[in-house]
């Protein structure tokens, strides 16, 4: 009998979970309006006079795919979770930050800057005990005209 596998996210604090519209947890410094992901407690905006600490905000699921990258290799330990071939992008969200992350098609047929992409959690990984669960940035499919 095959025991159902806890769904851990890989690393805590990067998004909500669990959740069935799960969003990335990013902040924003009050004092300049910097967005950061992941959430930061320290302004990265060497301009601020850094006086209040940033606070924490849950960032659009939405975003535009800026540019991507398809790996052909497999990391080695302990990455080597990253299987190839698998795809990496750089995603820019309403927000005006680009936030880096595995996306769910290495279909290059699929994949055009520019298009809109949808975050969506899903297994890395898994080993005996556990799926261990990051954040994929997915395609919006687009109706044609
Ligand atoms: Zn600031």
Not at 83 to 112: C, H, N, Q
Request: proline share 9%.
């Amino acid at each position: 009998m095959s025991k159902e596998k806890r769904k851990v996210p890989i690393v805590d604090g990067l998004f909500t979970w669990p959740s069935d519209e799960p969003r990335l947890i990013g902040s924003r410094c009050p004092v300049c309006g910097s967005v950061q992901f992941p959430k930061s407690n320290v302004c990265n905006n060497p301009d601020c006079d850094h006086s209040k600490e940033p606070e924490q905000i849950l960032l659009s699921p939405e975003g535009t795919l800026y540019s991507y990258t398809i790996h052909r290799y497999d990391l080695r330990p302990p990455f080597d979770y990253h299987k190839a071939p698998y795809a990496i992008g750089a995603v820019e969200l309403p927000e005006g930050i680009i936030v880096v992350g595995r996306l769910t098609t290495t279909d290059e047929e699929k994949l055009k800057i520019g298009m809109k992409v949808r975050l969506k959690v899903g297994e890395l990984y898994s080993d005996g005990e556990n799926a261990y669960l990051t954040y994929f940035f997915e395609p919006v499919e687009e109706v044609r005209k």
